[in-house]
């Protein structure tokens, strides 16, 4: 069972229309993927048209003029805004273009959401905390260190001011398929390691990473629920990202003698690494009943299933 409901809670169970932003992604994909079981989906990607999901609409969510011009066509009860320039040294390359996608998009989104009635939920990150202590909750000040952290905190800001009806899912590392069948933090360490190269990972930097055909249900039904505000959607564990790596090598049957330890300080990263940015996703369990997987039971679910 990849997710638990504790107790009853009120859901909109009508079928909703839905506008899932970045369908081509990784998270994108599975949302729109999960919310095609009981809701009509509109896909939004920019450059490749997302797989098994007919009808999807190619807009660049940086042109406002289009983007309203495609919302009030599409006329959603809810957006599910999970596009976003996600890597962190990309953002530190191109800060203006970071900006543009990761807040000024939002931004628009959510005017547009509360302008037409609709619900949003904002796809966020644990890397608006800082890491300097770990198994945040949600009520903790953000302190970025790195740019993409920083925009996302910004958008984060924005939503908040601009669309009442909203939810904010603070996600994690994410492991699970991609379309292009490398996004995924275990898909690119399995592609290196298989190609024969080593693999450095922090045995001091933690995550509570989250199997993403696992997020994307819990994120529907935070779509259908009547709870608002913001969320941490962490998976049920906390993790070394060095212990990560062993557990995806066991689960997928490969070789890990070219997995090697190391430290944050050993690698002078740019941007900086926050060392702990676990999430306590408490609140998700207790307002509406939803256990994310661990790390066993999420790669599980990818490597021993049909999921």
């Known amino acids: 069972m990849p997710f638990s409901f504790a107790r009853a809670i009120c859901y909109n169970r009508d079928i909703m229309k839905i506008l899932v932003t970045g ?20 896909a939004q990607y920019l450059r490749n048209a997302p797989g098994g999901l007919p ?30 320039m996600a890597d962190p040294a990309g953002c530190e390359r191109e800060r203006d273009r970071a900006k543009a996608i990761n807040v000024e998009a939002t931004r628009l989104l959510a005017r547009l959401c509360s302008e037409h009635d609709a619900r949003l939920v904002f796809i966020s990150t644990d890397l608006v905390f800082d890491g300097r202590r770990g198994m945040y909750v949600e009520e903790d000040p953000v302190n970025p260190v790195s740019y993409y952290g920083e925009t996302k905190a910004l958008a984060e800001k924005a939503v908040r001011g601009e669309c009442p009806n909203h939810v904010i899912a603070r996600c994690c590392l994410m492991y699970g398929r991609s379309p292009t069948g490398g996004r995924g933090a275990d ?4 592609h290196a390691l298989r190609e024969g190269k080593e693999v450095r990972l922090f045995t001091d930097e933690y995550r509570t990473p989250v199997c993403v055909p696992d997020l994307a249900r819990a994120l529907v039904r935070l779509a259908e629920a009547a709870a608002t505000g913001t969320f941490h959607c962490g998976g049920g564990e906390r993790v070394s990202r060095y212990d990560f790596g062993l557990k995806i090598c066991r689960a997928a049957g490969v070789d890990s003698s070219r ?6 300080e050993e690698a002078q ?7 702990d940015v676990s999430l306590d996703s408490s609140k998700l369990k207790s307002a509406l009943g939803v256990s994310l997987l661990d790390v066993d039971g999420g790669l599980k679910l990818l490597y021993h299933s049909d999921a």
């Not at 369908?23 to 509109?42: F, K, Q, Y």
């Not at 898909?187 to 399995?190: C, F, N, P, S, T």
């Not at 997995?259 to 944050?264: L, S, Y």
């Not at 990263?269 to 060392?275: F, G, K, L, S």
Request: with cysteine.
């Open 269 to 275: 990263c740019v941007p900086p690494r926050a060392p």
């Open 55 to 84: 009808g999807a609409l190619r807009l660049d969510l940086t042109d406002g003029a289009a983007v309203r011009a495609a919302f009030a066509e599409t006329a959603p009860a809810c957006v599910m805004h999970c596009a976003a």
């Open 23 to 42: 369908a081509s992604g990784l998270l994108g994909h599975a949302v729109a993927v999960a919310a095609r079981a009981s809701h009509r989906v509109v």
């Open 187 to 190: 898909e690119v360490m399995l």
């Open 259 to 264: 997995i090697m330890a190391t430290r944050i």
